[in-house]
């Protein structure tokens, strides 16, 4: 199936999810990773976040990482945890704006302390932010593929929660989350088909290793029409010190596959490791990546005998 | 098309592959290993190599392990590199043998000091030792998807292994090994088309994650209709220590994603979770396997809405 596939989309939330669970990086080294990601050839880097520097030190300073980031091609987006946040993001320039929204009450409260009803009326006063229609947003649903408090145990509350965020903003982007690396083959065909009934268009994953099931969960993904993911270079993100707790899908190892396979990424691997082998002296710990530590393959024909 | 499968056989290679780079065990934990290993519904388990034990001071003794090993449904499978190997092998009672010959010759003279060609010839000196006829044999063909040496370019001379190795031994089975993590869906695709075109009746996979690709390459065979896998508990094998090095395919991220999909594995997580959780302290690092770390997945209703 994956024949019919040229072109993938890849946003590298690196700056964001990669970074905040860690220690505070400075302003102008926050930019210049992301302005480095864009020059390896992602067209789409989450950058920053709007939240409280109080409640995230790591991500402080959203604005003059915003301002270092240069116009042109790049997609540069925000990511913006309530109203406060988005006025704040729109002031500073962002077009490009994700909300989370967890299909996971429990988690929801624990992370941004509102339930998912509350976090869904959230998304109304964002969208009702001055200058908020002229952005476009991508609502994020967490725990898409299982809760680790056990309250998402069938796509249900998932597709609910899609519904009533593009209720709120009916041209919205949905990128589905596997927050805590739940998701399995299975449980992203299961959401994706009760998805399809609903005919939504534009959607992603956001997917994390957690378990081992990252790059092979895209992989079926792809075989099942996704053809837009969130991943973070050198697998950064989550707490790599918490047990239990696994980084984002990394990106090379996405781009390598993905290449190999014939899809275009529009990615320069090379420059990738470059900046994979930056990582742990910018955040003072190894990378979970692995592709990041073998480097990039060895030739192979793999021309299949009918081509 | 994994609606077809329902059940895939695993080996577990741990006493094996996951503990020859690392510090020696003692006999005594190598065989309470295996039979963990069996225990928890493992039917194959890689439980020795027959190596000198000058050259892997951590295999030694394979035949006092043997000794512990308790007959019954498990299949102890005993590497031999070489006829004097297979002999003591035979005389311990193994009667499950794999050799491996590498696809790379490069890489086969830096490992087992022979060019491929040799280790075909001692393929067949090991097939001649007196009690040979009466075993199983597994011919496990390394560097099938690409050598570290670069002499392995395209699945021409993996072919030419297999089919000369069949010639040897034209009952022994094929495992295909991704000795060094570069395989990928596609170069599996590649080697799988070529081998279909010449019949190869049992073939299995034995995967590395070096570049995080192990599982995405699993199911990807597993469309492809492969149905016999090598894992290691934890993850473990290759050298943890040494940079750019991958572990096996971790048994138990395996065991998860097949059981997720509905394939029967015989195989009970939780009791490998345990003997994943005991690695440490048997090897003296952590394990590279991420379900080692995390736990089993919460609860999810992943039915397709048409079932």
Not at 76 to 91: E, K, T
Not at 109 to 116: F, L, P
Not at 197 to 204: E, M, N, V
Not at 286 to 301: I, K, N, S
């Amino acid at each position: 199936m994956t024949d019919q596939v040229t072109t993938v989309s890849i946003r590298d939330v690196t700056p964001r999810d990669g970074l905040q669970a860690g220690s505070p990086v400075s302003v102008a080294a926050r930019a210049e990773l992301a302005v480095a990601l864009a020059d390896a050839g992602l067209a789409h880097v989450e950058a920053v976040s709007f939240v409280s520097a109080e409640a995230v030190p790591s991500m402080a300073g959203a604005d003059e990482v915003f301002r270092l980031l240069p116009g042109g091609r790049t997609v540069w987006w925000a990511l913006v945890p309530n109203a406060r946040g988005a006025r704040a993001a729109l002031a500073a320039g962002a077009g490009s704006v994700t909300v989370t929204v967890s299909a996971s009450s429990a988690y929801s409260e624990k992370n941004v302390r509102r339930t998912t009803v509350e976090a869904l009326a959230g998304l109304a006063e964002i969208a009702g932010v001055p200058g908020a229609s002229g952005a476009a947003f991508d609502i994020v649903v967490s725990c898409a593929f299982g809760s680790p408090f056990d309250d998402v145990r069938s796509p249900a509350p998932v597709i609910e929660v899609v519904e009533e965020a593009l209720r709120v903003i009916p041209e919205a982007r949905i990128t589905l989350a596997d927050t805590t690396g739940t998701a399995t083959p299975r449980r992203i065909a299961a959401v994706l088909a009760e998805l399809d009934a609903k005919a939504t268009s534009d959607l992603g994953l956001h997917l994390h290793d957690t378990r081992g099931t990252a790059l092979a969960n895209a992989l079926w993904a792809l075989e099942q029409g996704i053809l837009r993911f969130d991943t973070a270079t050198g697998g950064l993100g989550g707490s790599p010190f918490a047990p239990g707790a696994g980084g984002n899908l990394a990106t090379e190892d996405l781009v390598l596959m993905l290449e190999d396979l014939g899809v275009s990424t529009g990615i320069d691997l090379d420059a990738l490791l470059r900046i994979a082998g930056s990582l742990p002296a910018l955040t003072g710990h190894a990378v979970p990546g692995r592709t990041a530590l073998a480097g990039p393959l060895p030739t192979f024909d793999s021309r299949l005998p009918s081509e």
